[in-house]
């Protein structure tokens, strides 16, 4: 609680915003803006020490590689980014870890088909072909060929492309974890805050990620509007700022439906029992989602890694600690004493 508390008046302070529970009474209410100056002056030094001036984004260094398939790899990574909007998110998620100290970052899962180029040993049949150049013929009057081995390039398709890239979590609000434990994959359970509507629920169904008939109960019962937007931006910012017009979607006719879904990455003790009947508990990693008191989504975790598909960063690390220091932190207390200064000398004018 005193860290979200912490985060809303970081971003008081980023936005010129006075606290609420300043000392200071008095007929100025004038906030500087040194931190924001500061913020994005940071931010600006960080992204340009990430992405180069040059348009190259990617270099792909290995002598092991043939030309074309380097070539063939530098520009589809490329593509790849320039499709992920890479550069905007290093600017959001820079700008997040300055302010706040910590950020997230999510990697959705997407089942689909996707066709990936490997290297392998390609065994081929060609012709055995004598001096005049026709091919020759064996004693039971059929075509000579000869085995021949060498490394190739080959499509192959890839039934579980998980990607595509990342996606920055806007508000750190939205991830629950233990404050103690450092690394998120040492989490015992990390649980994320997520908004979806009634079309992502849909193709959810039609993937087998989640329960249709848990899916049809909850169609017509929609989170509440005030629910859906984060508690930093209606503390901060008011119920009917900077969501344009979400919170009338679920009271307008014809407008989508939005739902506050909960999902948590976490070990599962499942009863398993053996052959001769003895009974046993099986821990493994599991993904399960609830909206209102429905349990949608209930599975083994789907990523091959097997972890947390969450990446936690932070501006300046505390060891043993899950959150980071950011710029401004530091300097809470300075810009206080300095804002309400100012404020004094504009009363005492």
């Known amino acids: 609680a005193n860290i979200i508390s912490d985060w809303r008046d970081y971003d008081r302070a980023y936005r010129f915003t006075l606290e609420e529970d300043r000392d200071y009474e008095g007929y100025a209410d004038k906030a500087t803006g040194l931190i924001h100056d500061n913020v994005e002056t940071i931010v600006s030094r960080v992204v340009e020490s990430i992405i180069p001036e040059n348009d190259n984004l990617v270099q792909v260094k290995s002598a092991n590689l043939p030309p074309d398939l380097l070539k063939f790899r530098t520009e589809e990574l490329e593509k790849q980014l320039d499709q992920q909007a890479i550069e905007e998110k290093i600017d959001k998620v820079t700008r997040i870890a300055v302010k706040f100290g ?108 989640y ?17 859906l937007i984060t508690k930093r931006s209606n503390e901060i910012l008011g119920t009917n700022s900077g969501f344009g017009s979400l919170g009338n979607q679920n009271q307008t006719n014809g407008m989508p439906r939005q739902y506050e879904m909960y999902t948590a990455y976490c070990d599962f003790a499942f009863p398993v029992a053996t052959e001769d009947g003895q009974e046993f508990e099986k821990i493994q990693k599991c993904l399960i989602s609830v909206i209102g008191n429905e ?17 936690k960063g932070v501006y300046r ?20 004493e300095y804002t309400d200064l100012n404020n004094q000398k504009n009363d005492a004018r």
């Open 102 to 209: 910590t950020f997230f970052i999510a990697c959705p899962f997407i089942n689909n088909q996707s066709e990936v180029l490997t290297r392998q040993l390609v065994i081929e049949q060609v012709p055995v072909i004598n001096n005049e150049g026709n091919q020759m013929i064996d004693v039971n009057g059929q075509p000579m060929f000869d085995q021949r081995e060498s490394l190739k390039v080959v499509p192959e398709v890839d039934r579980q492309y998980y990607g595509p890239g990342y996606d920055v979590i806007d508000d750190s609000e939205d991830i629950y974890l233990d404050m103690y434990i450092e690394n998120i994959q040492d989490q015992p359970i990390v649980i994320r805050r997520i908004v979806v509507d009634w079309e992502h629920l849909q193709k959810g169904v039609m993937a087998g990620m």
């Open 295 to 311: 349990v949608v989504q209930f599975q083994p975790n789907p990523y091959f890694h097997q972890q947390t598909p969450i990446l």
């Open 211 to 227: 329960y249709p008939d848990k899916i049809l109960k909850i169609k017509d019962n929609p989170t509440k509007a005030s629910a």
């Open 317 to 336: 690390r505390i060891e043993g600690e899950a959150y980071g220091v950011g710029a401004i932190a530091p300097i809470k207390d300075m810009f206080k």
